[in-house]
């Protein structure tokens, strides 16, 4: 029985892993979402942790990985270099414990 708990625990935990990948496209007409990043931690929708690897991030949670092509990307997004054109404003932190939504109501831009 216990075999099969830890198959089951060991199954979640890979699920979980899934990562959220990001590409940043050139041109705003390419993106998904339209994304500023601003100066303090209390401007933001979401604070983001930028991973590694791909295993080391988490759906939705903000931990990212960049991905280097388009294809290989859940979503993409434009950087804007103003806060009024963006449809999320994000935060970069240093740790990934840091990470996540603090304005739910925009959750749903990056599923």
Do not use: T
């Not at 996540?100 to 749903?108: E, I, T």
């Amino acid at each position: 029985m216990k075999k099969y708990l830890l198959i089951f625990v060991a199954i979640l935990i890979v699920n979980k892993a899934e990562s959220q990948k990001i590409f940043s496209v050139d041109y705003q007409s390419q993106a998904d979402v339209k994304v500023f990043v601003v100066e303090y931690e209390s401007q933001a929708d979401l604070k983001v942790y930028k991973v590694d690897y791909s295993s080391q991030a988490g759906k939705n949670n903000g931990k990212w990985y960049f991905v280097n092509y388009a294809s290989q990307a859940d979503k993409k997004v434009y950087f804007v270099d103003y806060a009024s054109q963006a449809d999320l404003k994000v935060y970069f932190v240093d740790y990934a414990s840091q990470s996540g939504w603090k304005k739910s109501s925009k959750k749903q831009l990056m599923y």
